[in-house]
């Protein structure tokens, strides 16, 4: 079994990897000819900067294996990773219809998810020992 700290590292990755991955659906919708370029680019764009944003955040508080975290690290960053993956959601219903209700949704879970994610991973890492 890798240590904690591995898989806390790998969750760390996932979840904005995931994030980006989503939001590149768009560009994808539009290239088709589904959605309009300019409704793709609104939903790729902050989906994408706040992906880089998560994922810099975790590689800022990373101590590598020397600290290990708490037992309760999931269940601190199980609500900000749904509500990204919410925000993810949102980009794939996006690259399928242009719905303005798809936009206010993706900014609301986007601003609130990343907000409790990268809470969560300032407590999960200063309670690391």
């Given at each position: 079994?890798?240590?904690?700290?591995?898989?806390?590292?790998?969750?760390?990755?996932?979840?904005?990897?995931?994030?980006?991955?989503a939001?590149?659906?768009?560009?994808?919708?539009?290239?088709?000819?589904?959605?309009?370029?300019?409704?793709?680019?609104?939903?790729t764009?902050?989906?994408v900067?706040?992906?880089?944003?998560v994922?810099?955040?975790?590689?800022?508080?990373?101590?590598?294996?020397?600290?290990?975290p708490?037992?309760?690290?999931?269940?601190v960053?199980?609500?900000?990773?749904?509500?990204?993956?919410?925000?993810?959601?949102?980009?794939?219903?996006?690259?399928?219809?242009?719905?303005?209700?798809?936009?206010?949704?993706?900014?609301v879970?986007?601003?609130?998810?990343?907000?409790?994610?990268?809470?969560?991973?300032?407590?999960?890492?200063?309670?690391?020992?």
């Amino acid at each position: 079994m890798p240590p904690a700290s591995a898989i806390l590292r790998l969750l760390a990755f996932a979840v904005p990897s995931a994030l980006a991955a989503a939001g590149v659906q768009p560009l994808l919708g539009a290239a088709t000819g589904v959605v309009r370029l300019s409704w793709a680019i609104g939903l790729t764009a902050p989906a994408v900067v706040v992906a880089g944003l998560v994922y810099g955040v975790g590689r800022m508080f990373d101590r590598g294996d020397a600290l290990q975290p708490p037992w309760y690290s999931a269940w601190v960053l199980f609500p900000g990773a749904f509500l990204l993956a919410g925000a993810a959601a949102m980009c794939i219903f996006g690259a399928l219809v242009e719905f303005s209700l798809i936009t206010w949704t993706m900014w609301v879970l986007l601003i609130v998810g990343s907000l409790l994610w990268a809470t969560a991973m300032v407590l999960v890492r200063s309670a690391s020992r």
